[in-house]
């Protein structure tokens, strides 16, 4: 369930009440985990895997009410302003009127800062001062990307930086204070799902964007020529969905230079992911393996080749660093020998989608739940995929029967229902469902269609949706399956044994 699907009556999902509602319904359905997709500002396409940083939060998911409450708005200040259709977000409403009104609350929090507002500048200036600087910046400049900026400034000239740090002073400070505003809520609503029993499942892009902080702040660590543009970029090669590929256009990382500083800046991108969550979805897992690089300027995917990747020793590398992390791989695709060794060597769950698992002519699918082994994590569908409902009504005849044998599905039940419950009935350690399939909504739900762009990343659950009856028969279900968090276990004395526990298989809600 993203953020920004969430109810909420000003334009987009927050990490306020109804965020602290979602989780008392995750408590309530017997639920262990929540996954989010991708929390940082959104660029142009609104996609979350775009992100102008891989540190900073989307000042979008910032809470209004909970602004009123801390005394930095004013009710008036923006309950009266119209967000849009509550069905669906508006990213260019939101553009427009989001940051005015931020804009107040900042400036009465830098009246009189926090105590802890001097500790958070300083604990994230490593990120915090070029997000700040590149987002005044690419206001400053009409919102173009910063490789069309003046060369000073696109260089980093040292000159330019200090003039303009200078010439932008306030406008750095409106950008430091709304990523404070942002963890600040974050950092509440996290505490209080743990005090819930609820784990959060983030999700960690593979690549930088190109117009994006990381990039223009560190661009050794990416692929560029002389003038700092990529030489290759990043995405996938024509398969039977898409004959040209797809074309994703990320600039692609210089993994001889990462290695040769331990991967430095890799281990303080996944150490952040971990202050936010507690359990990592890691996209694209085989590009680590080998990745796809297309000849910059190429306008499908077309000429692109495989190139290897970093394998083990970068793995090992967050090891060493980081410690053992709850770290789930997303292996979908097309996998070759080595890609399944290299998750079998790190030990991470892959992924099984049971879209993906009903071929008409019947064959014996690795996605077919008596297929599974139980370290792995069961979808019905992802964000790039149909809801069940509309996944059943768009199949071809063939599909469908299959899938209908396959789980017994009835109207009564409802499609989706069933198809849950064979994720639920597998092995598989931990499942994680759509909240729309929850909600048995249609091709209406869908998140995302790859490679378009428009009309994506805008489903909206309406106030009341996940409601106690719903909650109720979700629970029911983690009782039949034995997929309901443990009770508390009481403390142990000294002369208590320890005694070792075949560990409960959880349930989840994307």
Not at 38 to 51: A, H, K, N
Not at 194 to 222: C, E, H, N, V
Not at 252 to 272: A, P, Q, T
């Amino acid at each position: 369930m993203p953020i920004f699907s969430l109810p909420s009556p000003y334009g987009i999902g927050t990490l306020g009440q109804a965020a602290r509602d979602f989780l008392d319904f995750l408590q309530a359905g017997g639920q262990s985990y929540w996954q989010l997709l991708p929390v940082g500002p959104t660029s142009y396409g609104d996609s979350p895997y775009q992100s102008f940083s891989s540190f900073a939060g989307n000042p979008y998911f910032i809470d209004l009410d909970d602004l009123a409450a801390d005394g930095l708005l004013e009710p008036g200040e923006y309950r009266d302003i119209d967000w849009g259709d509550p069905h669906q977000v508006d990213y260019a409403l939101l553009y427009e009127k989001r940051y005015p009104v931020l804009r107040k609350a900042v400036e009465r929090l830098l009246a009189a800062p926090p105590a802890d507002y001097a500790a958070f500048l300083e604990e994230n200036g490593h990120w915090l001062e070029d997000y700040a600087l590149f987002m005044a910046l690419k206001d400053e400049n009409g919102g173009v990307s910063w490789d069309n900026w003046p060369e000073g400034e696109r260089l980093r000239k040292p000159d330019a930086l200090a003039a303009a740090k200078a010439r932008l002073a306030g406008e750095l400070d409106f950008w430091r204070g709304v990523q404070y505003l942002f963890f600040r809520q974050w950092d509440a609503l996290k505490a209080l799902a743990g005090a819930k029993g609820i784990s959060i499942i983030g999700d960690l892009p593979i690549y930088a964007a190109r117009d994006s902080a990381d990039m223009w702040a560190d661009p050794r660590q990416f692929q560029t020529d002389a003038d700092l543009n990529p030489v290759e970029v990043a995405g996938c090669p024509p398969d039977a969905f898409t004959a040209d590929g797809q074309l994703w256009g990320n600039p692609l990382f210089d993994w001889e230079r990462m290695k040769e500083d331990g991967y430095r800046w890799w281990l303080r991108r996944i150490g952040f992911q971990f202050r936010l969550f507690d359990v990592l979805r890691i996209d694209h897992f085989r590009g680590f393996d080998e990745y796809y690089a297309i000849p910059f300027g190429d306008k499908t995917a077309r000429n692109g080749r495989w190139k290897p990747g970093p394998g083990l020793e970068f793995f090992k590398a967050v090891n060493r660093e980081l410690g053992k992390r709850q770290i789930i791989a997303e292996d979908l695709g097309f996998l070759t020998p080595s890609v399944r060794k290299l998750l079998r060597d790190t030990g991470y769950p892959g992924m099984k989608v049971l879209e993906f698992a009903f071929d008409p002519k019947g064959t014996d699918s690795e996605y077919l739940p008596h297929n599974y082994p139980r370290n792995c994590v069961v979808y019905a569908g992802t964000h790039d995929n149909e809801t069940i409902e509309g996944w059943l009504a768009a199949a071809a005849p063939g599909t469908r029967r299959y899938a209908k044998r396959y789980f017994q599905l009835t109207r009564r039940e409802g499609w989706a229902w069933g198809v849950m419950r064979g994720a639920w009935a597998s092995v598989a350690d931990l499942a994680v469902m759509q909240m729309q399939d929850l909600l048995s909504i249609g091709a209406e739900g869908r998140i995302n269609i790859p490679s378009t762009l428009g009309g994506n990343w805008q489903w909206r659950m309406l106030p009341g949706q996940a409601d106690g009856a719903l909650a109720a028969r979700l629970r029911q279900s983690m009782a039949l399956y034995h997929r309901l968090p443990a009770p508390a276990a009481p403390k142990k004395t000294q002369n208590q044994e320890k005694t070792p526990g075949r560990a409960k298989r959880k349930a989840g809600t994307r």
